[in-house]
């Protein structure tokens, strides 16, 4: 049998766009999923679940309502179920992101030019 690990500089190396996070695996009801970010994401939240980001390159800020969390390379931070949040990357940064399936990576935003479709594999 076979076994080929997934290559997160390659994956990477398949798009450019921002704010589009894209499949590179299922774990469970879960998927993995890389992005690239740059400038200001939207306020939102995930009332149903919580989302986990992970930093692979770069240096990314979580705003919150009453302060904030900044991760740099190999950092990692849990934001909680209904918490609202904004994302933010001065320069490009590179992530991954833990996420229930199926999941709206603009959570409760209305009308987001940044929605990005939620089964789009590389």
């Known amino acids: 049998m076979n076994y080929p690990s997934i290559n997160l500089q390659e994956k990477l190396s398949k798009f450019s766009e921002h704010w589009s996070p894209k499949i590179i695996a299922q774990m469970n009801d879960y998927h993995l ?49 209904g918490v609202e949040h904004k994302p933010v990357a001065e320069q490009e940064c590179h992530i991954l992101l833990i996420e229930p399936a199926g999941l ?4 409760t935003a209305k009308d987001s030019t940044l929605t990005a479709p939620t089964d789009v594999w590389i």
């Open 104 to 107: 709206v990576n603009t959570g």
């Open 33 to 81: 999923k890389l992005a690239k970010v740059q400038g200001e994401f939207v306020w939102h939240s995930h009332p149903e679940t919580d989302e986990v980001f992970i930093v692979v390159k770069g240096n990314l800020d979580i705003l919150f309502r009453d302060g904030k969390v900044s991760l740099n390379d190999g950092e990692m931070f849990v934001v909680p179920k």
